[in-house]
């Protein structure tokens, strides 16, 4: 899961979410999580037509089976209300994460850099069901810049 670079780093708390994201900041000074970058390629036309299909069927099955927080809360992601303001995985979904793997190769495969992290509390949380949290990380310690462990590959 962590591609041919990968490395993994434990720590010593009990792990409780999961985020995929850009291993390093964008022009913006933030770390885009993984369907970000795909969706970001596919714009760009980099995707071959296999990854097309792959892309459109995985944002498909997520739209169908994860809530965009968005529609629950339209101003989850406002960055003047909550800056830094990002969705993790809760590590009980696990069919979630397992589907993240496909979105991992594809960024492998264009040399995207990409980190997992994991984390018992990556700030505060502002959004919370059955698969996800969305939370606006704790202060100075902006977990999204510096993961406490995490995977890296690309």
Same mark, same amino acid.
């Given at each position: 899961?962590t591609?041919p670079?990968g490395?993994?780093?434990t720590?010593a ?11 390093? *900041? ?5 770390? +885009? ?7 970001g ?7 071959s ?14 739209s ?6 968005? =529609?629950?809360d ?8 909550? *800056? ?5 995985f809760?590590?009980s979904?696990?069919?979630? %994460?397992e589907?993240?793997e496909?979105?991992?190769? %594809? ?14 509390? *990556?700030?505060? %949380? %502002?959004? =919370? ?7 606006? +990380?704790?202060?100075d310690?902006?977990?999204?810049r510096? *993961? ?5 590959a690309g």
């Open positions: 899961m591609g670079s490395r993994r780093v720590s708390s009990a792990l409780s979410y999961v985020r995929f994201q850009a291993a390093q *900041p964008n022009r913006h000074g933030r770390h +885009p999580g993984v369907f970000g970058l795909v969706n390629l596919w714009t760009a036309g980099h995707l037509a296999g990854e097309v299909r792959f892309r459109r069927g995985g944002n498909d099955w997520f169908e089976n994860l809530t965009n927080p968005s =529609d629950v339209p101003g989850v992601y406002d960055r003047a209300r909550h *800056p830094g303001a990002a969705s993790w809760k590590a979904a696990v069919s979630m %994460i589907r993240v496909g979105y991992l190769a %594809i960024l492998d495969a264009h040399g995207v850099e990409w980190e997992r992290l994991d984390c018992a509390a *990556p700030g505060t %949380i %502002i959004y =919370d069901d059955a698969e996800q949290v969305v939370v606006v +990380p704790f202060g310690n902006h977990l999204l510096e *993961p406490i462990s995490g995977y890296r």
